[in-house]
């Protein structure tokens, strides 16, 4: 078991500049205030395509995650579904830390489509 309680406040930081987010530094539950579903694609081409921290990376897949459950499944493509799916399944670090935030922490508002998203 991975625990994690959430991003550390470097990792925010530099997913807010690499995704140029609207972030104030003032968030409480940054996952929660900076999710858009609307930017998913974008999460998702930068997590296969960036050289991350192994907290970066817990942090860009904990917005993802965010992002994707506020979209649900109508505003998120299943392609974005897929590759995320495909991406946790190469990251055995990530995937444990989402199992304990999301499923473990009872974090998720959707627990079957996170599920869907964080293989076993």
């Avoid at 929660?32 to 998913?40: G, S, Y």
């Avoid at 990376?57 to 897929?82: H, K, M, N, P, T």
């Avoid at 190469?90 to 304990?100: E, L, N, S």
């Amino acid at each position: 078991m991975v625990e994690f309680y959430g991003a550390t406040t470097a990792a925010q930081r530099s997913i807010n500049a690499l995704l140029d987010l609207p972030a104030s530094g003032r968030e409480q539950d940054w996952e929660f205030e900076l999710a858009d579903p609307r930017r998913v694609d974008a999460m998702v081409a930068a997590a296969a395509e960036t050289d991350l921290s192994r907290d970066e990376r817990r942090a860009l897949f904990l917005l993802l995650i965010a992002s994707i459950e506020e979209g649900g499944r109508g505003l998120v493509s299943a392609d974005a579904l897929s590759r995320t799916r495909e991406l946790l399944s190469q990251d055995t670090d990530v995937r444990r830390a989402m199992h304990f935030y999301w499923l473990g922490l009872n974090r998720a508002s959707d627990e079957p489509l996170v599920r869907s998203i964080l293989p076993d």
